[in-house]
C-alpha cells in the first residue's frame, strides 16, 4: 500500500515556466487537497477537492490550477511560475472532509 | 488574518521530561482539531485529535486537551523521547461554513535532548 504518491520530489523551474505536480493516492480516498509550505507561515491550503470531479480554492489558490478526473489522481498545475511560488508542495487525501489527512513526503519547487 | 496560532516557533525539553506545546484559535465554528508531526523532508503525519464535545484526549504517551472558553489546545507528551524531535502542528477544522478545509497552525519545532 503506497499511500500518497508525489512526483517529482524535487524540481527547479524558470519564471514563466510551466509544470505539473503529480499526487496519486491508492486508499479509495475522496478528499483530496494539495498544501504549500513556507517558512513561518506553516501549511496553506491551495486547492482541494471532495470527488472526482469536483474541485474548489483554498486560502492561496491564485497561479494554480487543478483537475480531479478520478478518485486517485490530483495533479496542480503552474500555468506561469513565479519566484513567490518557491515552497514546498504537499498532496493529502481523507476518507472525509474533516478526517485524519495522509501526506505524500512533499515536492520542493524552486523557481529563479 | 492567522486562525489558527502556534505562538511558540520552537521548544527544547530534556529527555523523560514532559512537552507542552500549545495552540490557540480564533474561529469559535471549530470544533474538530487535530495534531500533526513532521520530520525533515518526510509529509506530516496524523498524530492525536481531539472533538469539541470533549475537552481530553488521550494516545499512549500523548493527550490533547481542549479549552473551548479560552479557544486554546495543547498537547503534551510525557516522558518525551528523542524520537520525539520535530515539527509540531495543530490544525482546526468544522462548523457549517468550514467543513471543506483543514487550517494549519505555523507549527512548533520541538528538541528533545539526552
Known amino acids: 500500500n503506497a499511500g500518497v504518491t508525489q512526483t517529482p520530489k524535487f524540481q527547479v523551474l524558470k519564471t514563466g515556466q510551466s509544470m505539473t505536480l503529480q499526487c496519486a493516492q491508492d486508499?479509495?480516498?475522496?478528499?483530496m487537497s494539495w498544501y504549500r509550505q513556507d517558512p513561518g507561515m506553516g501549511l496553506r491550503l491551495i486547492h482541494y477537492?471532495?470527488?472526482?470531479?469536483?474541485?474548489d480554492q483554498g486560502e492561496v489558490p491564485n497561479g494554480y490550477n487543478v483537475s480531479r478526473s478520478t478518485t486517485e489522481d490530483f495533479p496542480l498545475r503552474l500555468l506561469s511560475a513565479a519566484p513567490s511560488q518557491t515552497s514546498v508542495y504537499f498532496c493529502?487525501?481523507?476518507?472525509?472532509?474533516?478526517?485524519?489527512?495522509?501526506f505524500g513526503s512533499g515536492t520542493q519547487l524552486s523557481v529563479l | 488574518d492567522q486562525q489558527v496560532k502556534q505562538n511558540s516557533p520552537s521548544l527544547s525539553v530534556q529527555e523523560g521530561r514532559i512537552s507542552i506545546l500549545n495552540c490557540d484559535y480564533t474561529?469559535?465554528?471549530?470544533?474538530?482539531f487535530l495534531w500533526y508531526k513532521k520530520y525533515p523532508a518526510e509529509g506530516p503525519t496524523f498524530l492525536i485529535s481531539?472533538?469539541?464535545?470533549?475537552d481530553k484526549n488521550e494516545d499512549g504517551r500523548f493527550t490533547v486537551f481542549l479549552n473551548k472558553s479560552a479557544k486554546h489546545l495543547s498537547l503534551h507528551i510525557v516522558p518525551s523521547q528523542p524520537g520525539d524531535s520535530a515539527v509540531y502542528f495543530c490544525?482546526?477544522?468544522?462548523?457549517?461554513?468550514?467543513?471543506?478545509?483543514?487550517?494549519f497552525g505555523t507549527g512548533t519545532r520541538l528538541q528533545v535532548f539526552p
Open positions: 481531539i472533538s469539541s464535545i470533549k
Open positions: 490544525a482546526a477544522s468544522g462548523g457549517s461554513y468550514n467543513t471543506d478545509k483543514l487550517i
Open positions: 477537492s471532495v470527488g472526482a470531479g469536483i474541485t
Open positions: 486508499m479509495n480516498h475522496e478528499y
Open positions: 493529502a487525501s481523507s476518507y472525509s472532509v474533516s478526517g485524519k489527512l495522509f
Open positions: 474561529n469559535s465554528m471549530f470544533d474538530y
